[in-house]
């Protein structure tokens, strides 16, 4: 069983960076891959970005290729989203999952966090 909880979301301006963080319970974290989704207002919950168990791969959602960064530090049992640039449409509750697989499908995630928001003003 893992829990997970994200921190760091918040109100800024668009053009502005934040760094998202989700701290994992238990002493098993390094053997998940990682994931970040995100539903918007009135939006369905979509791919954000992946990493896989190591930190050495990592893949994104063409809408935040080129200005988030995922990364992942196993001795902190800790995830992160770095997001630059951000946009307006970047509005959205950001929510970290784990699962057994490098993965950016919703069903291969076991475990999720509760979410965190970030709101994008223009």
């Known amino acids: 069983q893992v829990q997970l909880v994200e921190s760091g979301g918040g109100e800024v301006q668009a053009g502005d960076s934040l760094r998202l963080s989700c701290a994992a319970s238990?002493?098993?974290?390094?053997?998940?891959?990682m994931a970040w989704f995100r539903q918007g207002p009135g939006k369905e919950r979509e791919f954000v970005a992946a990493?896989?168990?190591?930190?050495?791969?990592?893949y994104y959602a063409d809408s935040v290729k080129g200005r988030f960064t995922a990364s992942r530090d196993n001795a902190k049992n800790t995830l992160y989203l770095q997001m630059n640039s951000l946009k307006p449409e970047d509005t959205a509750v950001y929510y970290c999952?784990?699962?057994?697989?490098?993965?950016?499908?919703?069903?291969?995630?076991?475990?999720w966090g509760k979410g965190t928001l970030v709101t994008v003003s223009s």
């Open positions: 990493i896989s168990w190591s930190g050495g791969s990592a």
């Open positions: 238990g002493r098993t974290f390094s053997s998940y891959a």
């Open positions: 999952a784990a699962g057994d697989y490098y993965s950016d499908y919703e069903y291969d995630m076991k475990y």
